[in-house]
């Protein structure tokens, strides 16, 4: 692969805004033109049907990172790039992003699932005997089971709960 890039130390980091969903596609068609580029991720709970499943994608919905010497390559390419809309910027100047926030996102271990419902999160029952009913998450009891708060008789009372049955408020 060529790159563009023959002094690292004069290039800056810079966003590039992608077309929506297509942020791999402009991650990989950049980098076959020889651009460095950088497309954090992370591990997100998700409802797919009726499960709920851990899903990879990009920590920024719609954008990623390249690395560019303005004094040495052409910008033009990018803009015609398939799954890229535009490289960001303010009036006519390109958006420079801190090296420091690149190396942050680098090092960061994204090995943790952000979880679709956090504990004192407003719920409601999607299905089952209590479909309908809202109460308060409070934890997770396993892979796919959760505790909610509920107001029953006057009390409140913590039942568990299929996670694929409830819905955020």
Not at 1 to 13: F, G, H, P, V
Not at 43 to 50: E, I, P
Not at 129 to 150: C, M
């Given at each position: ?13 810079y966003v590039v805004h992608t ?90 271990p994204l090995r943790s699932v ?56």
């Open positions: 692969m060529q790159t563009y890039l023959t002094d690292k130390n004069s290039a800056a980091w077309k929506p969903r297509q942020e791999v596609r402009a991650l990989e068609n950049l980098e076959n033109q020889g651009f460095e580029c950088f497309l954090p991720m992370i591990q997100v709970q998700r409802l797919r049907g009726q499960r709920v499943c851990a899903v990879t994608e990009p920590m920024f919905s719609r954008y990623l990172f390249i690395r560019l010497d303005d004094t040495t390559q052409s910008w033009v390419p990018i803009r015609s790039t398939l799954g890229v809309s535009k490289l960001v910027s303010f009036g006519h100047q390109p958006a420079k992003v801190l090296p420091e926030l690149i190396a942050f996102l680098r090092s960061s952000e979880k679709m419902f956090k504990s004192g999160t407003e719920v409601r029952i999607a299905s089952g005997v209590l479909k309908g009913l809202s109460g308060i998450y409070e934890t997770e009891d396993g892979d796919a089971r959760a505790f909610v708060l509920i107001e029953l008789l006057g009390q409140q009372q913590k039942i568990r709960i299929e996670m694929n049955s409830l819905r955020v408020v």
